[in-house]
């Protein structure tokens, strides 16, 4: 099965989607879902020291500005496994750009909440995260990018109004490349 054309089961009201888990939270290994062979491949290699501060997935039937499923990252109380399909309550959005080279794209993380979790169930938006940790998870991405010859840059944090806006602009997004 294509896991990247699974239904995203997005429900506005609720701000509810799924998300297919490609990296679980603590893993320095970074993989990517691959829909020509309907499997996860090793895409990298975080250097010794950088480990994904959640788990990090992507919102399935979905086309970002840079071309793949829009990214979302999942707080919740454990780890997940690589494929693990969840259903997360959107809370907001880290709005970037990515540089490779000369060429600058939109690379947006969603940022949600496992339905599943005691940890994190009460958060409903972004501003209610410890303002330290954001800072961090920023941090994370900017590293993260520099390892690979990328340059990452913030350039807004809004709450799950955008959130849900940018699930519905890749939703059309892929409706429309197909």
């Known amino acids: 099965m294509d896991l990247a054309s699974l239904s995203h089961e997005f429900d506005k009201k609720k701000r509810e989607c799924r998300v297919v888990v490609e990296t679980p939270k603590g893993r320095r290994n970074k993989f990517d879902y691959d829909p020509k062979v309907e499997a996860f491949t090793l895409g990298g290699l975080l250097p010794e020291g950088l480990s994904f501060p959640f788990d990090f997935g992507f919102v399935p039937s979905t086309v970002a500005a840079d071309g793949d499923p829009l990214d979302a990252m999942i707080l919740m109380d454990e780890p997940a496994h690589v494929g693990c399909v969840l259903t997360v309550r959107l809370i907001g959005v880290i709005e970037a750009q990515q540089t490779d080279g000369n060429k600058t794209v939109e690379n947006d993380r969603l940022v949600s909440v496992a339905m599943?979790?005691?940890?994190?169930?009460?958060?409903?938006?972004?501003?209610?995260?410890?303002?330290?940790?954001?800072?961090q998870v920023e941090q994370f991405f900017i590293s993260y990018n520099k390892s690979?010859?990328?340059?990452?840059?913030?350039?807004?944090?809004?709450?799950?109004?955008?959130?849900?806006?940018?699930?519905?602009?890749?939703?059309?997004?892929?409706?429309?490349?197909?």
């Open 116 to 135: 599943h979790s005691y940890s994190h169930e009460d958060l409903q938006s972004i501003g209610d995260l410890n303002q330290s940790l954001l800072d």
């Open 148 to 178: 690979r010859g990328k340059k990452f840059k913030v350039t807004g944090v809004h709450g799950p109004a955008r959130a849900v806006k940018r699930v519905q602009q890749a939703i059309d997004a892929r409706k429309n490349s197909g």
